[in-house]
């Protein structure tokens, strides 16, 4: 036997092996994962020859790519929207110093992200103003504060939602110091219940889009348009995102729809159906956005340069993933599993394609399924896809491992077929 210490390999051997990660990580860093990776050589937990893998390993953080197989278009806890390249290329061209609010021709400031609100209005006609903050929470947080104060804000008791997370909005506006009005039944309220409660005192009402579960049996509540011109604003949250209606999603609420039925301010998130970066959308009247667009507490929230480079990037350029993922044909997710499993079928893998259901997820169309096609293998393969190199998310269902083809995108097939061939 020889001496595990003998076997260590030399820092400078390994450090000359790994110049890449060195420009990535700085040499100090690398030199410290390469240190830690020795121990383990000498503890003899790890192989002499392990010690870069380990290493690299080390030296990976932030978060990583992930391959989303869930079959959850939007899935919260993978980063909701994957966003499109000419998203991906805006953020990269706004990383440096930008003109976000700088006017090049007059050489004098200009208002921030002004290309974003164009692209925003320009997608929105209905809305005679937009403005843009952290995410969709932020929006309902600036409404309380500037609209309500410590008034009342009027809303449903069917439409009190936890957003996720253990997250409440009737918390989350109370966390304002404002007063939060709770009118109807869980299952049923009246354009009565809400004029009833409307006073003097009154900051808003709120109407809250049900973006997480579904109420059925004895409902009902009252349209957008039964709640315009009740004399206080009308602010609705839809949720989701979407501006215009999708023919997919007949129920889901969109941006152009509420305003047209007499929403003073519309709410949403960017990041969900949308598809772009993690924002918070203010669509509606003029007057309105400007009085949250000039309230000290709209700084706190104020959007990064490159949230607004992304988001008008969605905006003007082509479908982003997950409205291609939303639309996709059936017959051709049909194929790719076919295709796919037919390829890991040859190399003796247990790998069938079936036909599946994914869902919209993330706080969208909650009730809808969307007919999909997925490469179903033995249940075994889905915690070493998570681990390996470019990580896979499936689901399991029924005691398989299911990867659903709708929320991957068809560039990522190929790594999908490489990451299963790559569990032992
Ligand atoms: C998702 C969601 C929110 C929260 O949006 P964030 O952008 O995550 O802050 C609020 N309201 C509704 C109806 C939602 O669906």
């Known amino acids: 036997m020889t001496d595990p210490r003998r076997q260590v390999p030399r820092t400078d051997a390994v450090l000359s092996a790994m110049t890449t990660e060195v420009d990535a990580h700085g040499r100090d860093a690398v030199k410290a994962a390469i240190h830690s990776a020795q121990d383990q050589v000498r503890a003899g937990t790890i192989d002499p020859n392990q010690v870069i893998s380990h290493a690299r390993a080390a030296l990976r953080t932030g978060p990583r790519p992930v391959i989303n197989a869930t079959g959850v278009l939007v899935h919260t806890n993978l980063g909701r929207a994957s966003l499109s390249t000419a998203a991906r290329t805006a953020i990269q061209a706004a990383a440096g110093t930008t ?104 900051g808003f009402v709120l109407k809250v889009h049900p973006s997480n579960f579904v109420v059925s049996g004895f409902t009902s509540t009252p349209d957008v348009a039964d709640l315009a011109g009740l004399g206080v604003p009308l602010v609705v949250d839809i949720g989701s995102g979407l501006l215009a209606p999708h023919p997919a999603l007949p129920d889901e609420p969109d941006a152009a729809t509420m305003l047209r039925a007499g929403a003073s301010l519309v709410t949403a998130s960017a990041d ?68 796919l499993a037919a390829a890991l079928s040859e190399r003796g893998i247990d790998a069938v394609a079936v036909s599946s259901l994914a869902v919209v997820g993330g706080g969208g169309a909650p009730g809808v399924e969307l007919p999909s096609a997925a490469v179903s293998l033995p249940d075994s393969y889905a915690q070493p896809l998570r681990v390996g190199m470019t990580p896979v998310v499936g689901r399991i269902e029924q005691g398989r491992c299911l990867l659903d083809l709708r929320s991957v995108m068809e560039s990522d097939d190929d790594a999908i077929l490489n990451a299963v061939l790559s569990v032992d």
């Open 99 to 202: 003109d976000v609010e700088f006017d090049l021709v007059t050489g004098t400031r200009r208002q921030r992200g002004r290309g974003t609100m164009d692209a925003l209005r320009a997608a929105v006609p209905a809305a005679d103003d937009a403005h843009m903050v952290n995410n969709n929470a932020a929006a309902l947080l600036l409404c309380a504060i500037v609209l309500a104060g410590s008034r009342d804000i009027v809303v449903s008791r069917g439409e009190l939602v936890e957003i996720g997370d253990g997250f409440r909005i009737p918390d989350l506006l109370r966390s304002t110091g404002a007063r939060l009005r709770g009118v109807g039944t869980t299952n049923r309220t009246t354009v009565r219940d809400y004029t009833d409660a409307i006073s003097s005192d009154t």
């Open 272 to 339: 969900k159906l949308l598809g772009g970066p993690q924002a918070g959308l203010l669509l509606g009247a003029a007057a309105l956005i400007e009085r949250l667009r000039r309230h000290p507490a709209a700084r706190a929230m104020r959007v990064d340069k490159l949230t607004l480079a992304a988001l008008e990037a969605t905006l003007r350029g082509p479908r982003p993933p997950v409205v291609s993922a939303l639309e996709a044909d059936l017959t051709e997710l049909g194929s790719r599993a076919d295709r």
